[in-house]
Nanobody, 124 residues
Framework: QVQLVESGGGLVQAGGSHRLSCAASGRTFSRHSMGWFRQAPGKEREFVAAISWTDGNTYYADSVKGRFTSSRDNAKNTIYLQMNTLKPEDTAVYYC?????????????????WGQGTQVTVSS
């Protein structure tokens, strides 16, 4: 069982940077791949980034590639999403999720556990 709690959401100006955190409980955190998804009003939840538990490889949606960076600290049971050059279209509720898989991490179906989400609003 893994419980996830996101933090760090808030209001940011376009072009600015912001970092989200996701703290996990549970002994098996280091053996879970972790992902970030987001959902804007009226839109479906979409993949943002993922980091594999086996080799630390990261994967990103095209819309955030080069701007967002996902990382994990297994000693702190925490993952991070560093967001740079934010755009108004990045406004959404951001969710972290945990998966026992190492493939297919771009799909929400791959994830077993979800956080409650944290709102990020980017003003123009």
């Amino acid at each position: 069982q893994v419980q996830l709690v996101e933090s760090g959401g808030g209001l940011v100006q376009a072009g600015g940077s912001h970092r989200l955190s996701c703290a996990a409980s549970g002994r098996t955190f280091s053996r879970h791949s972790m992902g970030w998804f987001r959902q804007a009003p009226g839109k479906e939840r979409e993949f943002v980034a993922a980091i594999s538990w086996t080799d630390g490889n990261t994967y990103y949606a095209d819309s955030v590639k080069g701007r967002f960076t996902s990382s994990r600290d297994n000693a702190k049971n925490t993952i991070y999403l560093q967001m740079n050059t934010l755009k108004p279209e990045d406004t959404a509720v951001y969710y972290c999720a945990a998966s026992s898989r190492i493939y297919g991490l771009g799909s929400s179906n791959a994830y077993d556990y979800w956080g409650q989400g944290t709102q990020v609003t980017v003003s123009s």
